[in-house]
């Protein structure tokens, strides 16, 4: 399994092989032995194979081809909704109208989905996360008719590589480990945590193609926006009080 988390390569492109209900299945179980919150298991997942399905979805994550070609797309949700009616069955009076309840359910869900793409890679496949999906929750919510109580955080693309992409560059084990207590970054250890990031030449290219001065300037100035961080945000925080988590 470490040889497997070790060689993780996001794969966009996949084979016209479908994934067997089986393996599915078996990739789908092994996401739900992840941790919990209390064993409450706050998720659930939306599997979309028909091609219309995965269509209408494509728009959410800005049309990337993968939402189409992949023969599965996982869309997983915080979920409430199933607790909340377990409790109110029972005699139970649920609390989980709030934003900490949100995060719990995110959390859980997001330990799902990772448990989900180890067991998926081990078994050959390859997948894709799609960090979209918190973008345009409240478009997706309305084509999955997902209730209130549930939101999408993640989804997955999955299928059988069609590409052996090289391995992505990652920040170096000292410049994310901290010992006993969070230790601040001076302007030399920056300059060593992100230089080799830098220097990769389809960074410099990168750059070079945005007319920036800098690998960061990309970040801030094109691909993560200011402008289009604020308007994420408005919608999630709306999507978060039209699905019940916002109560004080």
Same mark, same amino acid.
């Given at each position: 399994?470490?040889?497997t988390?070790?060689?993780?390569k996001?794969i966009?492109?996949?084979?016209?092989q479908?994934i067997?209900d089986?393996?599915?299945?078996?990739?789908?179980?092994a996401g739900?032995?992840?941790s919990?919150?209390?064993?409450?298991?706050?998720?659930?997942?939306v599997?979309s194979?028909?091609?219309e399905?995965? &269509?209408?979805l494509?728009?959410?994550h800005?049309n990337?081809p993968?939402?189409?070609?992949?023969p599965?797309?996982?869309t997983?949700?915080?979920?409430y909704?199933?607790?909340?009616?377990?409790c109110?069955m029972s005699n139970?009076?649920?609390?989980y109208?709030?934003?900490?309840s949100f995060v719990?359910?995110?959390?859980?869900a997001l330990?799902f989905?990772?448990n989900v793409?180890l067991?998926?890679e081990?078994?050959?496949?390859?997948?894709?996360?799609?960090?979209?999906?918190?973008y345009?929750?409240d478009?997706?919510?309305?084509?999955l008719?997902?209730?209130?109580g549930?939101?999408?955080?993640?989804?997955?693309?999955?299928?059988?590589?069609?590409?052996?992409?090289?391995?992505t560059d990652?920040?170096?084990?000292?410049?994310i480990?901290?010992?006993?207590?969070?230790?601040?970054?001076?302007e030399?250890?920056i300059?060593?945590?992100?230089?080799?990031?830098e220097?990769l030449p389809e960074?410099i290219k990168?750059?070079?193609?945005n007319?920036?001065?800098?690998?960061?300037?990309v970040?801030?100035d094109?691909?993560? &926006?200011?402008q289009?961080n604020?308007t994420f945000s408005?919608?999630l925080l709306?999507?978060?009080?039209?699905q019940?988590?916002m109560?004080?």
């Open positions: 399994m470490i040889d988390i070790l060689n993780h996001t966009r492109s996949y084979t016209s479908n067997e089986d393996l599915l299945n078996k990739i789908l179980e739900t032995r992840a919990t919150t209390g064993n409450m298991q706050v998720y659930s997942v599997v194979r028909d091609e399905n995965k &269509k209408a494509a728009p959410c800005f990337q993968m939402v189409v070609n992949a599965v797309v996982l997983v949700c915080a979920d909704n199933r607790f909340n009616k377990w109110e139970a009076k649920p609390g109208d709030n934003f900490l719990t359910g995110a959390v859980d330990l989905a990772q793409c067991a998926a081990d078994n050959g496949l390859g997948i894709c996360y799609l960090g979209t999906t918190i345009t929750a478009k997706i919510i309305d084509i008719n997902l209730p209130k549930v939101v999408p955080v993640t989804t997955i693309t999955i299928g059988y590589p069609n590409e052996q992409p090289k391995l990652r920040l170096p084990l000292d410049g480990v901290h010992y006993e207590s969070y230790k601040d970054y001076s030399s250890d300059k060593k945590i992100y230089a080799p990031k220097q960074n990168f750059v070079e193609e007319n920036k001065e800098s690998l960061a300037q970040f801030t094109v691909r993560y &926006k200011k289009d604020e408005k919608v709306s999507v978060l009080e039209k019940g988590f109560n004080q």
